[in-house]
């Protein structure tokens, strides 16, 4: 297992290609500290999670 600072996942989130598919684990497990880290850091991404709870995906205009 890889330990990533705040920053670290933002530089590693912005290297990968346009749109892509964000797989988080779900339920009580959902990474809160992370989502706006991958919101900030990619312009486009599509997060699938199990059961996710409300309040934890981010919310953009016009989506």
Same mark, same amino acid.
């Given at each position: 297992?890889?330990?990533?600072? =705040?920053?670290?996942l933002?530089?590693?989130?912005s290297?990968?290609?346009?749109? =892509?598919?964000?797989?988080?684990s779900?339920?009580?497990?959902?990474p809160?500290?992370a989502? =706006?880290?991958?919101?900030?850091?990619?312009?486009?991404?599509?997060?699938?999670?199990?059961?996710a709870?409300?309040?934890?995906? =981010?919310?953009?205009?016009?989506?």
């Amino acid at each position: 297992m890889q330990i990533l600072t =705040p920053e670290a996942l933002g530089s590693a989130l912005s290297a990968l290609p346009d749109n =892509p598919r964000i797989v988080i684990s779900g339920n009580a497990a959902i990474p809160h500290d992370a989502i =706006p880290i991958i919101d900030r850091s990619l312009e486009r991404y599509i997060i699938h999670a199990l059961n996710a709870t409300p309040g934890a995906a =981010p919310v953009r205009d016009g989506g």
